[in-house]
């Protein structure tokens, strides 16, 4: 079964400041990997997504992330947050292939940055 | 706006009673998926259709809970005889096959 674990519950930073958010799945096969975001008071967004090729991945709001196959690992990073980034991170991974189905998400990080 | 709408936002309801939740996906999305999310958690996988078929049940589901996408188009999830335990937002994302889920805003239960 295929299982996600994202490194810390709650990231407190100051504007400027750069960010690293952790995540682990556990998962032999083929994957693809993805990074969601909700705001306060709004849905899920996609962030960015991995299916294949390069394993750097730009993504929305000048937020990026590496997917280490040997590692197991699709960190999020950004060079200098805002405060308009306070908001939950979740990760998420499913099967790879041209089908796929269901996510299993991390339990998620709450980012907040302060002015 | 034409993302996925959830009804109703809230709801209320008393233990022992019978809830039922909509979705209507994006349009021409032809994969469905339910999840339920409890505080301090991501979100969990109960269900999904691809048109109108239920391709995959989580465990989750216990035989309290269904769900159905008749004409393949908006989902209902009902949960009969609620317990404590059932107390969550339930999510509903779409999809076109092989692309990203789209989210709702989610319906929260909660139970008296």
């Known amino acids: 079964a295929q299982s996600v674990s994202q490194h810390n519950h709650h990231v407190i930073l100051s504007e400027a400041a750069s960010l690293e958010l952790g995540c682990n799945y556990s998962y032999g096969g083929t994957v693809n990997l993805f990074w969601y975001v909700q705001y306060p008071g709004q849905h899920l967004q996609l962030l960015l997504k991995y299916f294949s090729g390069d394993p750097l991945v730009k993504g929305i709001k000048g937020f990026e992330a590496e997917f280490i196959k040997s590692k197991f690992s699709f960190n999020l990073r950004k060079p200098s947050v805002q405060w308009s980034d306070t908001a939950e991170y979740f990760c998420?991974?499913?099967?790879?292939?041209?089908?796929?189905?269901?996510?299993?998400f991390g339990q998620g990080t709450i980012l907040t940055v302060h002015p | 706006d034409t993302g996925v709408s959830q009804n109703p936002r809230h709801k209320i309801t008393k233990r022992g009673q019978n809830v039922t939740f909509r979705c209507d996906p994006i349009s021409e999305h032809n994969r469905l998926y339910w999840y339920r999310q409890t505080l301090g958690q991501g979100p969990e996988f109960l269900t999904y259709?691809?048109?109108?078929?239920?391709?995959?049940k989580s465990r989750l589901l216990s035989d309290r809970f269904s769900a159905e996408r008749p004409k393949g188009s908006f989902s209902t999830l009902e949960i009969q005889r609620t317990e404590q335990g059932d107390s969550a937002m339930y999510l509903c994302a779409s999809s076109l096959l092989g692309d990203v889920q789209h989210f709702g805003d989610g319906t929260r239960l909660s139970i008296l």
């Open positions: 998420a991974v499913n099967a790879g292939g041209t089908s796929y189905g269901k996510l299993t």
């Open positions: 259709f691809q048109n109108e078929a239920q391709l995959e």
